[in-house]
């Protein structure tokens, strides 16, 4: 498994290269934005950004591990990882209000503060403790993915008044960062954790000077700023209503409710999975962090003017990708005759498959459900999403553990069969609506473009 690691890892690094060279290239024809003012303000809010995603991902390669490092039974280890699940729901239904009551720039530095306290947390071998700083991470997770975005747009719109078509620009350099940061992330911590011998806590350490140098760049060179005070009962109650009057939302909802409860299962398994044939956790995170890249890269392939491929199909494959991948897994598994060259493959197609469906599934939620209607839709998604999650490792460690795995592979690969149905449910509803399509590029007449 060392050198099938490392080997994928450098495969999928080339691949990733490739594509994203190639994609520079084609949007060098195009206008890029010069205004000095601009381009300060935006390295302004990546200097903090950037630092704390590092922070972030530097915490994914090591985490089952360093609890298994404690000697905590897969038992023990899932209910922390229920713990922190729940802690997203709770803290993800009122982070909005929360971070527009506290102010943004005040939220993003008690996310630096939170995030260190839970980094710390891991130094302690008491089970109460580490489930404390599960939680504080649940609480960090909900406030990386709503304070930071909500304060560059209110900046970006009010009280600098660039172009709100600017906008777009700058998240979609972010999120090419983001992937790059990631990849970079697992190499880091593997290489403290094992190529200096430090162990499992080391990555966890390493964050915390990162949230520290981010909270005090944003004290430095952010401005406060409010949003609008918005009753979370109306919220939830105006995207109920969303949810429950159209069918497209409810089917958007189901697809996401069981496509990423398995990926969040996925990202329990994976350690105990490949762990025991000894390869660098951190490299697996990375080629897997790649091989997401590699999908996304791939989906703004499909959706140019040469193939203009629609997102819902692109949103099909990818849950046909996972389904493939978990029924991989119930063989490669299987106790007594496990394959981890075959799991490991397996898992890296899952990671392709994220990396194609988010933006597909993104691209279709922004069309789909009204943009005032968002928040509240989006804490409905969340519930039944983190509730298949919890339900899914506490069936898992009720049994043993090996045949449980293969048994949750195989509940994993039901709930896909599933999300699949609704993806057909949801191909039928929409095929004539042509407002869910990517726009034609110029010099294709739309009467000759495909149905959806």
């Known amino acids: 498994m060392l050198f099938t690691a490392y080997a994928a890892f450098t495969v999928l690094l080339a691949v990733c290269l490739g594509l994203e060279f190639s994609a520079c290239r084609s949007k060098l024809t195009g206008s890029a934005c010069t205004n000095p003012a601009f381009l300060q303000f935006q390295r302004d809010y990546y200097q903090v950004y950037f630092l704390a995603l590092a922070a972030d991902w530097l915490q994914g390669p090591y985490l089952y591990k360093l609890y298994q490092h404690y000697r905590f039974l897969e038992g023990q280890i899932a209910i922390i990882y229920v713990c922190g699940f729940a802690s997203s729901v709770l803290f993800g239904l009122v982070s909005t209000s929360l971070v527009d009551w506290l102010g943004r720039k005040k939220s993003c ?269 989006m804490n409905w998604f969340r519930i039944p999403l983190n509730l298949l999650a919890c339900l899914g490792m506490l069936i898992l460690h009720d049994s043993d553990y090996k045949t449980g795995t293969r048994n949750m592979f195989t509940i994993c690969s039901v709930m896909m069969v599933m999300a699949l149905l609704a993806v057909v449910s949801l191909f039928t509803v929409v095929r004539n609506n042509t407002e869910l399509r990517v726009p034609a590029p110029q010099g294709q007449t739309d009467p000759s473009s495909p149905e959806l």
Not at 223 to 234: F, T
Request: net charge neutral; with cysteine; glycine share 6%.
């Open 109 to 377: 530095i008690l996310f630096s503060l939170t995030y260190s306290i839970c980094c710390i947390t891991k130094l302690s071998w008491d089970y109460f403790v580490l489930v404390v700083g599960r939680i504080l991470g649940g609480l960090s997770t909900a406030l990386l993915f709503s304070a930071f975005e909500a304060w560059y747009v209110h900046e970006h719109v009010e009280r600098y008044d660039f172009p709100a078509e600017w906008i777009p620009a700058t998240f979609s350099r972010a999120a090419f960062w983001n992937n790059i940061i990631a990849v970079g992330a697992g190499v880091v911590a593997n290489f403290f954790a094992e190529w200096l011998g430090l162990g499992p806590v080391a990555p966890f350490m390493v964050s915390i000077p990162l949230l520290m140098l981010m909270g005090i760049f944003a004290m430095k060179n952010w401005d406060e700023n409010y949003g609008k005070k918005r009753a979370l009962s109306k919220t939830c109650m105006d995207g109920l209503k969303c949810l429950l009057s159209d069918r497209r939302v409810l089917l958007l909802g189901t697809i996401q409710a069981l496509f990423e409860s398995v990926i969040y299962i996925f990202i329990f398994l994976w350690t105990p999975v490949l762990d025991p044939h000894g390869p660098p956790l951190g490299i697996v995170f990375s080629s897997f962090m790649a091989a997401s890249m590699v999908g996304s890269s791939l989906y703004r392939i499909a959706i140019s003017k040469r193939y203009h491929l629609q997102p819902i199909h692109i949103l099909s494959l990818s849950v046909l990708m996972v389904f493939f991948s978990l029924f991989m897994l119930t063989f490669s598994t299987n106790p007594g005759q496990e394959s981890p060259s075959e799991s490991f493959l397996a898992f890296l197609l899952i990671e392709l498959s994220c990396g194609l469906y988010f933006p597909a599934m993104g691209f279709l939620r922004r069309k789909v459900i009204p943009e005032k209607d968002q928040v509240g839709v």
